[in-house]
């Protein structure tokens, strides 16, 4: 069964820092990966997603994250964060083939202080 | 703008009430629907499958008769939570994907914050 890790439940940041939120995915083939985003009280935004090719995806809001097949990892990375990217950040595993039935980790909540 | 539009945002509802959620796919054809659950620092949990026109596939756990799904066009599926009681309390959310497309990406409703009373 496929499974996703997300180290961290909640990291603080200062603005304008690096970011690197972590995700270790469990999956027997290839899967896709995608990282959303969740600000209080909202649905789920897509930030990015991997299914082939470059291993380096880039996303919106600067974001960006590697696939590393070898250490199982989706890490999600912002060279400078803003105030405004303060939310629950969720890393998705799915099938191979497939965007639609996915598998969430627990996420990580980011704080930004000023 | 939006592709699926979830509806109502937020609801209270006394114990032993029924509630339902709908979900709307807005710019295509929804054949499939994925009804989604997330408990208090918790992650989304998948809790069914819908098809139209056919009966809704649940995850294991999930008791079919509390949760009843149905999705009877190609763009609204409905949840109802049925006898709802306090542990029902949770953030229901559905997604969907475009016919034919289902290797790129999940479009998500705003979600439903449900709180039972």
């Known amino acids: 069964a496929q499974s996703v890790t997300q180290p961290d439940i909640h990291i603080t940041v200062s603005e304008g820092a690096s970011l690197e939120l972590r995700c270790n995915y469990s999956?027997?083939?290839?899967?896709?990966l995608f990282w959303y985003v969740q600000s209080p009280g909202q649905g789920l935004q897509l930030l990015l997603k991997?299914?082939?090719?470059?291993?380096l995806v880039q996303g919106i809001k600067g974001f960006e994250a590697e696939f590393k097949r070898s250490q199982s990892s989706f890490n999600l990375r912002k060279p400078s964060v803003h105030w405004s990217d303060a939310a629950e950040y969720f890393c998705?595993?799915?099938?191979?083939?497939?965007?639609?039935?996915?598998?969430f980790g627990t996420g990580t909540r980011l704080q930004v202080t000023l | 703008g939006a592709v699926v539009s979830q509806h109502p945002s937020r609801v209270i509802c006394k114990s032993g009430t029924s509630v339902k959620i709908e979900c709307r796919s807005l710019?295509?054809?929804?054949?499939?629907m994925f009804w989604y659950r997330q408990f208090p620092k918790q992650s989304l949990m998948l809790m069914a499958t819908?098809?139209?026109?056919?009966?809704?596939?649940?995850e294991q756990g999930v008791e079919k008769d509390k949760f009843l799904i149905n999705h009877a066009s190609l763009t609204l599926s409905t949840l109802t939570v049925t006898s709802a009681h306090p542990e029902d309390s949770s953030f229901y959310i559905c997604s969907t994907f475009h016919p034919g497309r289902a290797d790129t990406e999940a479009f998500f409703g705003q979600g439903t914050r449900l709180t039972v009373v």
């Open positions: 998705a595993v799915g099938p191979t083939g497939t965007a639609s039935k996915l598998t």
């Open positions: 999956y027997g083939a290839t899967p896709y």
């Open positions: 819908s098809n139209e026109g056919s009966k809704a596939t649940y």
């Open positions: 710019d295509f054809q929804a054949t499939t």
């Open positions: 991997y299914f082939s090719g470059d291993t």
